[in-house]
């Protein structure tokens, strides 16, 4: 496992480097960069959210994805409470950004793509379940640590992952098939995934300083959420009648780096946005390293 993820994390990093390097040579602008971002979360994400919801393996039942969302839902919740005890002492602009960026993984951004290229497609199906739970987790214990929304005139990309999502979960309760032709389609869009949202990546590291790198918070951050977690959920899942697939799923996902939605829920309450910038960067850089790790160490 550990040489299958190595060697995939390496075909990742390119992909992030070449973005890196556009980014460098004023290839990727930044309008262009939203233009990208565009296209990877209204086309290519939802087209991955619907084909991996359709009933080919055995796996893909209603009942494995609403236990894959449930999972996820009350382990980020409880990673967000025990981060609270160790930093509530901090001013609340500060531990709300460390117990989320802590706790809540990039499993659309990053996650389903590097699924889909160690673990296959099917595994999939069970982050596409994840990212439910990840939207409970953050819009119900996140603001909760935030507090009181403030209005601060960010807007957000239009999005549309989660109505796919629920399409997707509808076909697949109501175990409807979509006509090959469509599906095939979808298919196709949905590699587009990974290329599209590497560059995307590897074009905002472009900011990343040495000096990142001193912040004991971020390393904090940096050990809980890619390490101390995804750890403590392959010893408390493990032993369970679970699937290994849906095991080595969730473990894989929780081990993905601080999602992109700390900075956004950062900004919407008012939090410390530098501290939450730098926290996805660096977990960002480190996860290429972790993230082998962890799948080595859960075979």
């Not at 994390?9 to 602008?29: D, F, N, P, Q, T």
């Not at 209603?62 to 967000?80: K, V």
């Not at 473990?251 to 730098?278: H, S, W, Y």
Request: with cysteine; proline share 6%; charged share 10%.
């Amino acid at each position: 496992m550990f040489a299958t993820t190595f060697s995939q994390m390496l075909v990742i990093l390119l992909l992030a480097l070449l973005g890196w390097g556009l980014r460098k040579g004023k290839i990727l602008s930044d309008p262009f960069l939203s233009k990208l971002n565009l296209l990877l979360v209204l086309v290519a994400q939802p087209a991955m959210m619907l084909t991996s919801t359709q009933p080919d393996a055995a796996s893909a039942s209603p009942a494995n994805f609403l236990m894959a969302a449930g999972i996820t839902t009350a382990a980020l919740i409880l990673m967000m409470a025990l981060m609270f005890l160790f930093t509530h002492r901090l001013p609340r602009k500060v531990y709300a950004v460390i117990c989320s960026a802590a706790s809540l993984p990039n499993f659309g951004y990053m996650g389903i793509p590097i699924a889909q290229v160690v673990l296959g497609e099917e595994s999939i199906f069970f982050l596409s379940a994840s990212v439910i739970g990840f939207n409970i987790a953050q819009w119900t214990m996140g603001s909760l640590l935030f507090g009181k929304a403030q209005d601060t005139g960010h807007r957000r990309n239009p999005n549309i992952i989660l109505p796919a999502l629920g399409l997707g979960v509808l076909l697949l309760v109501l175990n409807i098939r979509l006509p090959g032709p469509l599906l095939g389609a979808l298919k196709q869009l949905s590699n587009l995934n990974t290329p599209l949202a590497m560059l995307i990546l590897g074009a905002r590291m472009e900011h990343l300083r040495i000096s990142d790198f001193k912040d004991p918070r971020i390393w904090l951050v940096s050990f809980a959420k890619l390490i101390a977690f995804p750890l403590a959920l392959l010893a408390v899942l493990r032993p369970l009648p679970l699937s290994p697939l849906l095991v080595n799923t969730l473990v894989l996902g929780f081990a993905m780096p601080c999602a992109a939605n700390v900075q956004i829920q950062t900004e919407l309450k008012q939090g410390d946005t530098l501290l939450a910038a730098r926290c996805i960067t660096v977990t960002m850089l480190l996860s290429l390293l972790t993230i082998p790790l962890i799948m080595w160490i859960a075979g």
